[in-house]
């Protein structure tokens, strides 16, 4: 929940299906306007079936009351205006994590070639400077578009759902029939070896210490440290403004990724401190366990259904659990080899129901 004051009326745009004729005037207008990167699209228009006919819905920015992109932003680059409700990005304080795009359940904040996002901002140096209205609107030929004080949206059945992230968009309904479409589709995703390679090193690294403790190996505090450093430097890799990294300790209160990175970062030097200081280990492993924890609701985002799913947690600590398995098994620990043969099938389980892609809410084009 959002803990400011919403506007009682904010700024919404207005879609009208009836009187759409899929030309495309919005799109080359926001583009022309604002010079798209290759790529980048701040405005879409996904056709859909209609009673045998095309239709289409001039999809943006929703600007929605609940904004899950400036929730999950560790760097605060994302604000929202308390007035008009409109959500923009600074773009000079994205550190180029990504992580938006993920919360995002309208595909609506766009990477720059730079690394960066950047999205539709209701055209907010126009509207406030009194120099005209959004560029989309204006470009809108028969007034299918439009934009207006609303007290929220009414968005169809075939977007993700409103409770998400309570958008403001009102969509006019068609008049006769019905718009054959799914708002959920199987999309590939890109592979970060940044992102994967700091989930396993900190799970390894977690449940390693836990068997240390429960067997009475050693390096436990040794290898928490190590295996949490290693993880966290690529991170600062996968932040494309790495100059900017420090920043993604800024929104410790909503971020769960700010989390993840604070959790982690603190593991490490209390591991390393606990090395000499035994008595400090198990508040180091307090803290990697905040850290995996965190980890875990990075994914668990209802912005991606196959991700919001109990198969998340359970291929975490299966995978935290399996790497000990060689240890348990080595060391003829039957009950803890048990307990990793228990989780291994489980992984296998899951990864069996996500192999046919990865599930998510997509405003994008369904006729393809």
């Known amino acids: 929940m959002p803990d400011y004051q919403l506007p009682k009326d904010r700024l919404s745009f207005v879609f009208d299906h009836n009187k759409c004729i899929l030309c495309g005037a919005c799109v080359t207008a926001c583009r022309d306007a604002y010079s798209w990167s290759e790529g980048v699209a701040w405005r879409k228009l996904p056709v859909f079936e209609l009673a045998g006919l095309k239709t289409a819905l001039s999809m943006s920015c929703n600007h929605c009351d609940n904004p899950t992109c400036m929730f999950a932003c560790p760097a605060q680059a994302y604000t929202k205006d308390p007035k008009t409700g409109i959500v923009w990005i600074a773009q000079d304080k994205c550190i180029g994590c990504g992580y938006c795009t993920w919360a995002c359940p309208y595909e609506v904040p766009q990477e720059e070639p730079d690394g960066t996002v950047s999205k539709c901002h209701f055209c907010r140096e126009r509207l406030e400077g009194g120099k005209g209205i959004p560029y989309c609107v204006q470009a809108c030929p028969t007034g299918a ?178 790497v000990s398995l060689p240890v348990a098994a080595y060391l003829l620990d039957r009950y803890l080899f048990l307990v990793a043969v228990m989780f291994l099938a489980l992984e296998i389980y899951t990864f069996q129901r996500r192999r046919g892609g990865l599930l998510r809410w997509s405003s994008s084009e369904t006729t393809e």
Do not use: C
């Open 145 to 322: 578009l439009a934009f207006g004080w609303t007290k929220g949206g009414s968005t169809p059945d075939y977007l993700a759902p409103s409770d998400i992230t309570r958008p403001n968009l009102v969509v006019v309904p068609p008049k006769e029939g019905k718009v054959e479409a799914s708002p959920l589709k199987v999309k590939s995703e890109k592979n970060y070896w940044e992102l994967v390679a700091f989930t396993i090193l900190s799970e390894v690294g977690l449940f390693y210490a836990l068997v240390s403790l429960y067997l009475h190996i050693p390096y436990g505090a040794l290898v928490l440290a190590l295996t949490f450093a290693a993880g966290l430097l690529p991170s600062v890799v996968h932040a494309k403004k790495s100059s900017r990294f420090l920043r993604v300790f800024l929104n410790l209160r909503s971020s769960w990724l700010s989390r993840e990175v604070g959790f982690g970062g603190l593991t490490v030097l209390l591991a390393s401190a606990s090395i000499l200081f035994q008595q400090l280990l198990p508040i180091a492993m307090a803290f990697s366990a905040l850290s995996v924890a965190s980890s875990i609701m990075v994914y668990m985002l209802k912005a991606r259904p196959s991700w919001y799913d109990p198969d998340t947690p359970i291929s975490f600590v299966g995978t935290g659990i399996t």
